[in-house]
């Protein structure tokens, strides 16, 4: 049973910084690419960064490339997602994905649960 769990969401001041953390298992994730989404209320989820397991190749959405980092341990099955700078607009809840690039499309098979993060003013 696949399973990727979130945390390190929280409250935090405009300006602070949050490293949120995904734990992936129930499957070998190698050949996969990791991402991360959020969804802001009243909001369709949206992409933020993406990075492939096996050669940590990035992509970062321009409008937090200059804040947030997308890295990953293997040893650890983790994937991260530091973000520096936090802006009330980048309150969101947070997902964790991951989804197979042999698959036609872009389509993320798996997903999280979730976690939360307030920026405050």
């Known amino acids: 049973q696949v399973q990727l769990v979130e945390s390190g969401g929280g409250l935090v001041q405009a300006g602070g910084s949050l490293r949120l953390s995904c734990v992936a298992s129930g499957r070998t994730f190698s050949s996969y690419r990791m991402g991360w989404f959020r969804q802001a209320p009243g909001k369709e989820r949206e992409f933020v960064a993406s990075i492939s397991w096996s050669a940590g190749i990035v992509a970062v959405v321009d409008s937090v490339k200059a804040r947030f980092t997308i890295s990953r341990d293997t040893a650890k099955n983790t994937v991260y997602l530091q973000m520096n700078s936090l802006k009330p607009e980048d309150t969101a809840v947070y997902y964790c994905?991951?989804?197979?690039?042999?698959?036609?499309?872009?389509?993320?098979?798996?997903w999280g649960q979730g976690t939360q993060v307030t920026v405050s003013s």
């Open positions: 994905a991951a989804r197979d690039p042999r698959k036609p499309g872009i389509t993320y098979d798996y």
